[in-house]
């Protein structure tokens, strides 16, 4: 089942421009939203995750916005550089026992 | 720690042989899982296991594939036998619990079936 949707697939962003990647998710008991980053050759790792308590997240340049009503959160970088050059997973989970839904990526490509 | 460690990094075998994939999660986490990756189908979930015992094996493509979780710090998943078209990158990661908190992947093992 499709339980998230992650947009868009690939994006391209000038240095220094602003990216921005959207998750929708329609399993209401989902509490736990983060990203994952994913270099080639590597395993993702998480960059930054939010609960729903609150609707804003920052650190440094990477930003999670949710939206409870709308059930969608997306991530924004900052300032995009180069090395933020990846694959990014929005993976929202739950406290219970079942594990993280990955969605099915976004590669960004950020040009000089 | 050293987080969590797969082996082999690279495996090329040729189609109808066994393939075993290994995985150490870090220390004192109670859940594991094996993933996917392929450019077509993404990052694919396979199996989880919590406290050792497998919970949902749903992702599992085939019964060609099969893992185990002997104790907390070993698992296993084999393939018997591989095909072309199980040719991927295998991730084996480890977290405190499942669905919440950071899941720390492993450096994956690339299979190539000829």
């Known amino acids: 089942q499709q339980q998230v949707k992650q947009s868009p697939q690939s994006l391209i962003v000038q240095k220094g421009g602003i990216s921005i990647i959207n998750c929708a998710y329609e399993?209401?008991?989902?509490?736990?939203f983060p990203w994952y980053q994913q270099f080639p050759g590597k395993g993702p790792a998480l960059l930054i995750a939010?609960?729903?308590?609150?609707s804003e997240k920052k650190e440094g340049r990477f930003t999670i916005s949710f939206n409870k009503s709308a059930k969608q959160f997306s991530l924004h970088i900052m300032d995009s550089q180069p090395g933020d050059s990846a694959t990014y997973f929005c993976a929202p989970g739950n406290s219970g026992n079942t594990p993280l839904v990955f969605g099915k990526g976004t590669r960004l490509s950020v040009i000089a | 720690d050293a987080g969590v460690i797969q082996s082999p990094r690279h495996e090329v075998t040729e189609m109808g042989q066994e393939v075993t994939l290994r995985c150490k999660p870090i220390?004192?986490?109670?859940?594991l899982f094996w993933y996917r990756q392929t450019m077509m189908r993404g990052l694919e979930l396979l199996i989880y296991?919590?406290?050792?015992?497998?919970?949902?094996d749903s992702g599992m493509p085939e019964d060609r594939f099969s893992a185990k979780m002997p104790n907390a710090s070993f698992s296993t998943l084999k393939i018997q036998p591989s095909e072309p078209r199980d040719s991927a990158v295998y991730f084996c990661a480890s977290s405190f619990r499942p669905g919440i908190g950071e899941q720390f992947f492993g450096p994956g093992t690339r299979l190539t079936v000829l």
């Open positions: 296991f919590n406290n050792n015992v497998p919970i949902d």
């Open positions: 220390s004192g986490h109670n859940s």
């Open positions: 399993n209401t008991a989902f509490d736990y």
């Open positions: 939010i609960r729903p308590d609150v």
